[in-house]
């Protein structure tokens, strides 16, 4: 069936580091592939995005790579700030005849100063 | 200018009572979801409308009904209200088509059943 899994679930980091998170899909015909960022009481917000013509996107501190062979795909954040602290979800956009994205169960991230 | 705007922002109400939250969209997209996020903050789709036309429906409770009068607008309407269905429900819009342009979320309805 359609499913996006995500890893890890949390993630501790210092300010300063890089942090990086995995998500693997089942529908080899996903084409679209979004990140958002979710800060505590508020909505899910795009990041970034990536389509499966391209296999990696850098837009400053952060990018996103795709393996389509392995259905795989993944956010990097360098040099992370306290402000990145919140809960990133990957998705998939799954098609046939419509689209319909789902999303990965979302990656708690805390910066530590 | 909210591109997504949903209303109510908090709602809490007995069990068994029936509840609506509306949805509207300004950004002109033809597709229009509900999701549901948990306490685990999961995001699950529950329906999406694309053009006014029911085109997805998980697994949802039937005591659950989507409703879209245009393609501008998506409400949920809730029957008998149950202490699980505690949650955020999220609208969502964006444009079909090999685009696949990005879902706008609406601010979200928090629903607490007592």
């Known amino acids: 069936g359609e499913n996006v899994e995500q890893h890890p679930s949390t993630l501790s980091v210092q300010e300063g580091d890089s942090a990086v998170i995995k998500c693997t899909y089942s529908d080899s015909a996903s084409n679209y592939f979004p990140w958002y960022k979710q800060e505590l009481g508020k909505r899910p917000q795009l990041i970034i995005d990536?389509?499966?013509?391209?296999g990696e996107k850098k837009d400053q501190r952060i990018a996103v790579t795709l393996n389509k062979t392995a259905k795989h795909f993944s956010l990097h954040i360098t040099e992370t700030q306290p402000e990145d602290s919140a809960v990133y979800f990957c998705?998939?956009?799954?098609?046939?005849?419509?689209?319909?994205?789902?999303f990965g169960a979302g990656t708690r991230l805390a910066v530590h100063p | 200018d909210t591109a997504v705007s949903q209303t109510p922002k908090y709602l809490v109400t007995q069990m068994g009572n029936d509840k609506s939250i509306k949805c509207e969209q300004n950004?002109?997209?033809?597709?229009m979801y509900w999701y549901k996020q948990d306490s685990k903050k999961f995001l699950k789709i529950m329906f999406s409308y694309n053009n006014k036309e029911l085109i997805i429906n998980e697994t949802v409770p039937n005591r659950f009904s989507p409703k879209s009068p245009d393609k501008a607008h998506l409400n949920l309407h809730i029957n008998s209200l149950e202490l699980g269905d505690s949650a955020v429900y999220f609208c969502?819009?964006?444009?079909?088509?090999?685009?696949?342009?990005?879902?706008?979320f609406g601010q979200g309805t928090r629903l607490t059943v007592v």
């Open positions: 969502a819009s964006s444009q079909q088509g090999t685009g696949n342009t990005e879902a706008f």
């Open positions: 998705a998939a956009m799954f098609s046939g005849g419509y689209n319909k994205l789902i």
């Open positions: 950004l002109g997209h033809d597709t």
């Open positions: 990536i389509r499966s013509n391209v």
